[in-house]
């Protein structure tokens, strides 16, 4: 899932830029690591033809990550400990984490299924034959 790699990558430089705790960087990006792989695909349970989705669906990742953030370094579900709007959600805007999430859902289809469909594409001489002459 994108939201997922968005969210690792938002992590990682909140870290690096001395905005969040080490401790709890290093579990958003583990928690959103797992997203990204589809580990806890059965907690998103948002339609996404839904009008007005964007904050519905990050407010979703953002709490799943900080709950399994929370998991990771020892600390209960719900705690607030690792926070999804004040840790996950970090420097981070809805109608930018959206449209960034398509680009790479769209990028990623591309590389894993369609290229690879094309690299794998015969074409019957015949067709080529016909196409020529026309």
């Known amino acids: ?3 997922g790699i968005i969210k690792s990558a938002a992590a990682e430089v909140n870290s690096g830029l001395g905005l969040l705790k080490e401790e709890i960087a290093n579990a958003i990006i583990r928690a959103a690591d797992e ?3 589809g580990k806890w695909d059965d907690h998103f349970p948002i339609d996404i ?3 007005a989705l964007q904050p ?3 407010w979703n ?3 799943v ?3 399994r953030a929370a998991q990771l370094i020892g600390l209960e579900l719900g705690s607030k400990k690792v926070h999804p ?3 996950v959600k970090y420097c981070q805007s809805s109608n930018d984490v959206i449209p960034t999430a398509i680009h790479i859902s769209a990028f990623s289809e591309l590389r894993d299924s369609l290229l690879p469909a094309l690299a794998n594409l015969r074409i019957p001489y015949s067709c080529v034959e016909v196409s020529l002459a026309l």
Do not use: K
Request: hydrophobic share 50%; proline share 5%.
């Open 61 to 63: 990742a953002n709490e």
């Open 1 to 3: 899932m994108a939201l």
């Open 65 to 67: 990550i900080a709950n």
């Open 35 to 37: 997203v990204a792989v």
């Open 49 to 51: 033809f839904q009008p």
């Open 85 to 87: 709007n004040d840790h």
């Open 56 to 58: 519905r669906l990050t």
